[in-house]
């Protein structure tokens, strides 16, 4: 398990996310309030965001350092506009891990989310063989777009035997899930 690198591609930079972040992620979380729930399912809206966020931040710095998360904040042109995340979690059918993107308002629809997630996963892909999902509530019109295109570009399909129930504020709501069998692809290919 390698830590979590940032990574460059010119205007793109995803940055390892840590508590130096917390101001930047904060105002995107509260500028996007109604559809970051989705990225976000665990947070209380009713409580406080600044202490959650905040332990959100330090709990992905820990984690990422030992290699057993990878979540990044992506930068524009130096401008906060999202985060992506790479995760084990509990509701893993046969991937290694867990695709988690959001982007802000105000970037969407520029591509961003697809060069995000195109970099995570040429990173990740050249530790070694693994595979993910994608799991993505299948009224976030939006998500579902960039799921179905990143399978495209990254060989996966839809896998409805992955579907499941997630919570998301309190309540169980029904998840579509996408599978990237193999990373690194094969340069033969």
Do not use: F, K
Request: proline content about 6%; aromatic content about 6%.
């Amino acid at each position: 398990m390698r830590p979590t690198a940032p990574l460059s591609l010119g205007s793109l930079q995803l940055s390892p996310a840590g508590p130096e972040h917390l101001e930047s992620v904060l105002a995107g979380v509260e500028q996007s309030r109604p559809e970051v729930h989705r990225a976000l399912p665990w947070v209380e809206w009713d409580q406080d965001l600044g202490p959650q966020i905040q332990e959100y931040l330090e709990e992905v710095d820990r984690l990422g350092r030992g290699g057993l998360t990878h979540h990044w904040v992506v930068l524009e042109d130096g401008e906060m506009g999202g985060l992506v995340a790479l995760d084990h979690t509990p509701h893993l059918v046969v991937g290694h891990w867990n695709l988690g993107y959001w982007i802000r308002n105000e970037h969407q629809g520029q591509g961003l989310a697809g060069r995000a997630i195109d970099a995570a996963l040429d990173w990740v892909g050249r530790g070694g063989l693994t595979s993910l999902e994608i799991r993505v509530d299948p009224a976030n019109i939006a998500g579902v777009a960039t799921a179905e295109s990143v399978a495209r570009r990254w060989r996966g399909h839809r896998l409805v035997e992955g579907d499941r129930e997630v919570e998301v504020e309190g309540e169980m709501v029904m998840h579509h899930c996408w599978l990237i069998p193999r990373l690194p692809l094969e340069a033969s290919e």
